[in-house]
Structures are given as C-alpha cells and as structure tokens.
C-alpha cells in the first residue's frame, strides 16, 4: 500500500509539475496555427505569475489573482499583436523583446511581494470520487487549475480539427492571402489568437506563483516560457504531444527532486537542467519525421500578412 | 475577374449584376450573389484536406458527412475523381485545381468563372467537362470561361471577348472565327507558326532510364512501376498524363533530387548516374527546367544576376573563393539579351517579372550552359501564346542542334506540336514510346486515364 501511495504521490506531483507548460503550449500552439510566432511566452508568464500573486496576496483571493493573471498576460499580448500584426514588427525581434520587457515589468510588480505567502486554501473536495481509494487520492491531490487544464486541452483539440471556426484559423496561418481572397479577416483571426496564447501564458504563470510555490520570486518561471515555444515546435503543432512532452517534463522534473533529496552525489545544477534536455531530446526523436512536419507547420509562421 | 469576385476593387465604372449596379465588396458578397471563381493561381490550403477546404467556403453549419457524400457524389458525376480525406499539400497541381471546381460546382453558382480550368485535364475529361459545362448553361447559369485555348473558345462558347494589356480589342462569335483570326486578335501580330525544322538525327541514346521503380514517400504519393524511356540526341519525347501519376517522382530520379540505390536506373551520356546528386549530373551535362518557377526554378527574392549564378557550375565564377560579379552579370545580361527578356534588366527580382519572362530567363540560364540533356516540366504552364510559342521554339532549335530533350506536360496540344516521340503516364506506369504520327489524341486520352490496364470501375473518371 505504500508503495502504490508513493506512486500515486509522484503522479500527482508529476501532473502539477507539468500543467504550467500545458497552459503555455496549448495558448502558443493556437496563436502559432493562426501564423504568429510569440516568442515573449516567457516574458508573458512572468508578467502573468507576479500580477496574479500581488492581486491574490491584497484581495486574499487566489481566483481573483488567477484571472487578473490571465488578463494581465493578453494585455502583454495585445501589445505584441499590435506590434507584429497592425504595424508589421518583425515577430522574432518583437517577441524576444516582449520576455526581455516582461522579466522587467514583473520583478517591478513583484518587488513589494518578496517573501510574502499566500494562505493555501485546502483541497478540492469532490463527493463520490473521494471514497475511491488510489483513484480518489490522485483525483484529490490535484489542484482544481489542473482540472480545467486538462478539460482545456481537449477543447483546443476540438476547436482545432473539429470547429468551424478552428478551421478558419489554421487556413488563415496556412495561407492568408486564399483566407484573404475567401473574406477572413486574416488580422482579427491572429489578434485573437495571440490574445488567447496570452491569456493562457499569463494562467500559467499564475498557477506557478499562486498554487505551485506560492511566493513570488523574480524570474520564477525559470526557462519554462521558452520550454513551452520549443515544445509546441518539437510537438510538430500537435496538441496530443504537446501533452504528452509536458508530462514528460513534469515527470523528469519530479524524479530529479528525488535524486536530489537522495544525495547520490550529482550536481544540483545538472539535475535542474535534466527535464529541459530530456523533453527537447525525446520530442526531437518523435517528431523526426520531416515529411509530417512539414504538413503540419503553418506555412505562413511568422511571415507578417499584408492586406 | 478579380474585381467581379470582389478580391480587386475597380477603380471606375460599375458591375451590373441581374440588372442591378452592383459593388461586389467582397468574395464573400460574390457568392451569396452567386458568383462562383475557379482561380488560376489555386486559393486552396495546403495543410488543410479537401473535405477541410470545401467546408470553409460552404454554409454554416453543414456536416462533415453529408458535405463528403456530396463531393464524391459531384466528383463522379462530371469525373473529377477526389478523395475528401486527402490532405491538398500531399495533392498535385492538378490535383489540386480539380479540389477548386468541384468546390465551386458545390455552390451551386449562378456565375460560374473559369480560369484556364482544361490544362490538367485529359482530352476525354475536357469533353465531359464542356459537355457539363453546356449542360449548366441550358439550365440557366452563366459561365465566364477565360481560356488561350482558341479551339476550346471556339468549341464552347456563344461569345468571346478578346482582351489584349487589360483593353477590350474584340467582341466576337467565336464559331464564326479561326483559330488564326481569333489568335490575330489576341496578339495583335500574327502568331509566329512553329517550324519544327529537321533534327539533328544524332541517334545517340543520351538519356535512359532503366527498370525504376520507387516507392512513394509521402502518403499520396504514386509509387513507380518499372519506367523505361529513351531520349536520343536530336529529339524531343514528350510524356503526357495528367499530373499526380507520377510525373513528380519520375523528375525526381532523373534531375537528382531523389537517388536510386542501382546507378544503372539512369544514365546520362552513357554514365551510370542514378546515384549522383544534383550537382554532379549538371556536370554530365543534364539541365532541369521544374515545373515550379518561383521557389524551385528561383529564388523570389534574388535578383535575376543571384538567380543567373545559382545553377551555374560555380567554378566559372569563383576566383580564390570569391564570386566575380562581374562576370556573373555579365551572364545575366546575355541570357535577358538572348532570350528576350523583359524588363531587360538584370537587377529586377524573379518575382517581379512575369511569368513568361521568368521562364524564358530560367531557360535560357539552362541553355547558355551548352547542355546535352534537358528536361522540362511543364515549360509552358500558366504562359500566354507569345510566350509559350517562343518556349517552344527555343525547345526545338535546341533540339536541331543535337540536344535530347524530355518534356513533362499536361498540355497534349503541346506534346503533339513540339515532339518527335510520346509516351503517356498513368498511375506510376509508362507507356511505351509512339512516334507522333502513328498516334491520336483519342489513344493517347485512352491510355492517359489508365486503360491498359485493369482499372476500379470509377477510377477512370474520364
């Protein structure tokens, strides 16, 4: 039994290690199907994890704290939009320069919130699933974010392939001047598209420094932004494996924590670098199939679109 | 067209439309008016499938199933065979501007315009498609066919209109009409016939392809089957066949993109070269026109003098590592001398020039390297009379001077005008070469929809 309980306590860990980056990918994911490359996923996270820990730690409220969050990184987004869609910046330099801005704009925000804590409120109690034993604990152990996380991806999937609109989208990042010449508006699809990714960074960032740690530390979000833009690339545009590298990277994550505690002599550094190489290096192998990758990119990626 | 599909905006004068002045401010407008564009230039998404690219442009809220039992309903019923779950990037051009009619055709449209819409069609399959066409126009629909097709004009249409530079020169009954008379009006000169001349009769085997086969590599892709072709020296064969069987792949092995394992699968000048990449048959004396000419046969952006060094063998224009402008302009000056480019300047970018232009600059960039081997596809695609008729008459005085030339075209006009020899492909296969005379249109059609072999009772299409 408690050895299934150890186990259960690593899935746990693992699903929660790995939900920032699924917030994260699935938002760049439909931004860059519409053909906008964000490379400020990192900047936005930031922004969105130290305004969702300074409303939550005034207000006392992490829900309220979540969503200015997630406001806070689609205004960071509706700049870059603005920037790279109405005036036509280039989306490389744009983007490097929003992370560049954000990691500012946060350590300011955060600055009189170092070393405060959030009060953790206790865990989701869900009738009927809580009786189940191993299935309860692990449902239990979850934070509710995850949950929505989860119900997210399969909605991004479905308005992707399944949807009218998700159709719309990724004809517009496959070839906007067909969209164009059928009567999209190529720029309204991106601006929504890119506020979207936004938002969702901006959710990411919060779950770090409200439910994950909840402290604000500067520079929190430790590389996971760009984690999230090159798994969403290695994913090959793919919401299944986008999933599937973020658990992986949660996993790695979890399991150098234990190395770490178990003292076997390694470097902390190395360890805290594992889950970056191990999730790059396995979606590289995966995804080595040049002729699916070349179907799935969006061929207009960051190629700004001139009515 | 553009301005009625309301992708263009006129800068005077008005639509009437049902009798009504109309401003047709969007494609969108266009077709809730009823105005239906099979464009030249496709408007279809590669990344998206044929079913995915028809349900963009239908009405709200139809259903998966029920649109994909209508494409294949539709698809059979005018022999436009498609499969809905394909995904249109894997698609030829072809292919692909069969996804554009049947889209349109699904709307049901009052005005139907058609921008050169037979070239990828057989012979049979125009039939069928003009007899539908007919068909749509006694049922009360307009049709705006656009074409440079004078014997289809001539066949198809109640009035022509002769537009040359953007003016209107003619307003004609093209029954009453000849091809020359309505050519005359077209170009305004008379239209230079093409003299085949003599060939050279060199009789050597300058290319063979041998036994190859090859598997597809993406999911629609052909697989060959056991090609065998001879080019001799002094002679143009044609292979006619509507694209996507295996056309792409047969250039592939031959220009070098694609290798064999088994050298002996092509030989040029009697080198076994199956195994050598592009570069190394360039020096065998092998040049390739593709098909695509922006992207492949150029770089967009590159100005012609860029463009002129990029197949050139380097050695002529490197000293000490370090290319010679100089020279390399030089070059380029000559090929837009030579082959009539125009602007005539070589500073101008690939994709600023016409389509026309670009490939008589691209072929005349291959041909100023004194090749021996020249392979074609689709030389003349998409170009206006004038153009195509001074693309083929470089083709045939290169061939009077002892060159082996294959042509890869949809455009069987063509193939019978230009070639000595005709060899057909259909679904990976080849057919055996004819010689041009002891053809016919109707044997070549049979075997370009894949008579000789056993076919699936609606795969034929035509």
Redesign the interface.
């Known amino acids: 039994m408690a050895e299934i309980n150890f186990i259960v306590i690593l899935l746990i860990a693992t699903v929660t290690a790995a939900t920032p980056l699924m917030l994260a990918s699935l938002g760049e994911l439909v931004a860059e199907r519409s053909g906008v490359l964000n490379l400020g996923v990192e900047g936005m996270m930031l922004v969105g994890a130290s305004v969702a820990f300074a409303v939550a730690a005034s207000s006392g409220s992490l829900l309220l704290g979540t969503v200015c969050g997630a406001l806070a990184g689609a205004l960071m987004s509706l700049v870059f939009a603005f920037l790279t869609l109405s005036c036509m910046a280039n989306q490389v330099a744009t983007g490097l320069a929003l992370t560049i801005f954000g990691i500012g704009v946060s350590a300011y925000i955060g600055s009189g919130f170092t070393g405060v804590s959030l009060e953790v409120s206790g865990p989701l109690v869900v009738p009927f699933i809580s009786d189940v034993t191993i299935l309860g604990t692990f449902l239990l152990g979850l934070e509710p974010l995850t949950y929505v996380t989860i119900v997210l991806f399969f909605c991004v999937r479905w308005f992707l392939y399944k949807s009218r609109p998700g159709l719309m989208l990724r004809a517009v990042g496959d070839v906007p001047d067909a969209a164009h010449a059928i009567g999209f508006s190529v720029l309204g699809v991106r601006y929504l598209a890119v506020m979207f990714g936004g938002a969702m960074a901006g959710v990411a960032g919060a779950f770090l420094s409200v439910y994950y740690t909840p402290v604000w530390v500067e520079n929190m979000t430790a590389g996971r932004g760009w984690i999230a833009v090159a798994l969403v690339v290695f994913a090959a545009w793919n919401p299944t494996r986008i999933m599937f590298g973020a658990l992986l990277f949660g996993g790695v994550t979890i399991l150098q924590f234990h190395i770490q505690s178990a003292n076997l002599g390694i470097p902390t550094q190395f360890l805290t670098m594992l889950p970056y190489a191990a999730t790059i290096a396995v979606l590289v192998i995966i995804s080595s199939d040049r002729a699916r990758i070349l179907l799935n990119t969006p061929a207009s990626l960051a190629v700004p679109f001139r009515p | 067209m553009k301005v009625i599909y ?2 263009a905006r006129p800068d005077a004068g008005t639509i009437l439309w049902e009798g009504k002045p109309e401003v047709v401010g ?4 266009a ?1 809730r008016l009823g105005i239906g564009m099979v ?1 030249q230039h ?7 499938t044929v079913l ?1 690219n028809i ?3 239908s009405p ?1 809220g139809t259903r998966r199933q029920e649109l994909a039992a209508r494409i294949s309903e539709l698809s059979q019923e005018y022999g436009l065979p498609v499969n809905p779950d394909a ?1 249109v ?2 698609l030829s051009v072809g292919e692909r501007q069969r996804v554009e009619i049947v889209r349109c055709l699904l709307q049901e449209p009052k005005l139907l315009i058609l921008d050169e819409p037979t070239s990828v069609l057989t012979p049979q399959a125009i039939q069928e498609l003009f007899v539908m066409l007919t068909r749509l126009a006694d049922a009360g629909h307009s049709i705006l066919y656009i074409s440079h097709k004078l014997h289809e004009i001539r066949q198809l249409c109640d009035t022509a209109t002769i537009l040359r530079h953007g003016k209107v020169v003619a307003t004609v009954d093209p029954r009453q009409e000849t091809d020359a008379s309505l050519a005359h009006h077209m170009l305004g000169t008379l239209v230079p016939s093409l003299s085949k001349g003599t060939s050279a009769e060199s009789g050597a085997q300058r290319l063979i392809v041998e036994s190859l086969s090859r598997r597809a ?2 999911v629609h892709g052909v697989d060959l089957e056991n090609i065998n072709l001879t080019v001799f020296g002094g002679e143009i064969l044609g292979i006619a066949g509507i694209t996507g069987n295996g056309q792409a792949e047969l250039l592939e092995a031959v220009s070098g993109e694609w290798q064999s394992p088994s050298a002996r699968n092509v030989c040029i000048d009697g080198t076994a070269a199956a195994r050598l990449g592009v570069t190394r048959r360039r020096r065998l004396g092998l040049v390739y026109i593709p098909e695509e000419r922006l992207g492949q046969g150029s770089v967009p952006g590159m100005s012609l003098v860029k463009n002129g060094l990029l197949t050139v063998q380097v050695g002529k224009f490197v000293r000490w590592g370090v290319i010679r402008m100089d020279a390399v302009r030089q070059f380029a000056s000559k090929c837009i001398e030579e082959f009539d480019v125009r602007p005539a300047t070589y500073a101008i970018s690939a994709e600023a020039l016409s389509g026309g232009n670009l490939q008589k600059f691209i072929v005349g960039r291959e041909l100023l390297q004194a090749p021996g081997v020249v392979v074609a596809a689709q030389p003349t695609w998409g170009l206006d009379v004038g153009a195509a008729q001074s693309i083929r008459q470089i083709l045939l005085k290169l061939r009077a001077s002892g060159v082996a030339i294959l042509v890869i075209s949809e455009d069987l006009d063509e193939l019978l005008e230009l070639c000595d020899r005709i060899a057909v492909m259909a679904n990976g296969r080849i057919s055996e070469a004819r010689a041009v005379g002891e053809t016919s249109i109707a044997e070549i059609g049979r075997l370009m929809s894949g008579e000789h072999e056993p076919v699936p009772a609606n795969a034929a299409g035509a």
């Open positions: 309301g992708v969007s494609p969108a407008y077709r464009f496709f408007s279809v998404f590669p990344a998206l995915e349900l963009l442009l709200k995904t990037g894997m590599e993406t």
